[in-house]
């Protein structure tokens, strides 16, 4: 039985493949992160080398091995899987996907399979493959060997080099809708309908993150703690603001992580301002979005959110973190607190 939930189209395409025998030698999963692509990979894997009349069963002895990560024919790659506690450590520190776990997995691959049909080599964050791994890859894509499935998983097929895609069969994974993911935890994994509400926007489409999410409330927590500091921002002073960014984690992937939270916040302002509540995201803060789309224009508003998207541009090109998030605190539009105004008046 295959897991993969919402991607009927890739579903299709890889089973008419397995059933005509005309399946491609490479893949290349693309899709944003927790959208399924892992879960996809595996399920494939289990297909390919499943004992069941129906595969993948889940239930015979390789597709437990495979679903316990067991399988010595199943090898995953990147930046966050290593084969032992030295490739761990070096990994916390690693950016990219090095030229020698693009050897070993060459050498490895010549080997013909020791427990299944099939050797399958998943490499996950393909676009963090250095330049020395990718051409070293790419000979593996130009003459694979027989009984060998490469399963690239990508964020941006962008990023990788137009020789690597080219010979890889290309399969989206698309975000599912808000409301299959809501029906989805509810039905199968019994989360109360408030927080299936709440996590299936949050979501934006990628189940494997809302599941994550319903089991461990750290993502929420962490979630609430942001938003609760960003709260006082719009009538905060310069001093204040400054101060807030000087307490922030000076790391690119940190600095990503809220922006983009700050995006989906000032999404729902926008949303709010034209009157379509029922498409925004933040759920659980309805009234204080409420409250500042009340107090802005829709030109500040899409002024700021355009300021954020190019802050994130700039991020990706090395800028200095902590110096976007200081501009970006120039940039956000800036109200005097109620008190304040009135205060102003009656001195007037």
């Known amino acids: 039985m295959w897991r993969t939930i919402g991607q009927s189209n890739a579903l299709a395409l890889l089973e008419n493949g397995i059933q005509t025998g005309n399946l491609a030698h490479a893949y290349l999963l693309v899709g944003p992160n927790h959208v399924g692509k892992t879960t996809l990979a595996l399920d494939l894997a289990q297909a390919l080398n499943c004992e069941g009349k129906n595969p993948p069963c889940s239930e015979c002895q390789s597709c437990l091995r495979i679903a316990s990560g067991k399988h010595v024919d199943i090898t995953i790659i990147g930046l966050n899987h290593s084969s032992n506690k030295k490739a761990q450590a070096e990994t916390r520190t690693q950016t990219e996907i090095s030229i020698d776990e693009i050897r070993g997995l060459q050498r490895n691959a010549s080997l013909p399979p020791f427990e299944g049909r099939y050797k399958i080599f998943i490499i996950d964050g393909a676009e963090n493959l250095s330049l020395e791994a990718a051409n070293c890859l790419l000979k593996i894509l130009e003459e694979p060997p027989p009984n060998v499935l490469l399963l690239l998983l990508a964020t941006d097929e962008t990023r990788l080099l137009p020789t690597i895609t080219s010979r890889c069969q290309l399969i989206e994974l698309k975000p599912i809708s808000s409301v299959e993911v809501e029906k989805m935890l509810i039905q199968s994994h019994g989360v109360d309908s408030g927080k299936s509400r709440l996590l299936s926007r949050l ?49 690119r992937k940190s600095a990503q992580e809220l922006i983009k939270l700050w995006q989906a916040w000032w999404r729902d302002i926008m949303l709010v301002k034209c009157d379509c509540q029922e498409s925004v995201t933040n759920v659980d803060s309805l009234p204080v979005i409420e409250e500042w789309a009340n107090s802005l224009n829709l030109v500040e508003i899409s002024d700021f959110i355009n300021r954020l998207q190019a802050s994130l541009d700039q991020i990706s090109r090395n800028a200095n973190v902590r110096l976007v998030l200081e501009v970006l605190m120039l940039d ?3 109200k005097e607190k109620a008190e304040n105004r009135t205060t102003s008046r009656l001195r007037d």
Request: charged letters at 25%; a negative charge; one cysteine or more.
């Open 203 to 251: 979501s934006e489409g990628c189940l494997g993150w809302a599941l994550t999410a319903s089991i461990d409330d750290i993502h929420l927590q962490q979630r609430a703690e942001r938003l609760s500091a960003l709260y006082p921002l719009l009538n905060a002073s310069w001093e204040e603001r400054f101060n807030y960014v000087a307490q922030l984690e000076n790391d």
């Open 332 to 334: 956000m539009p800036k």
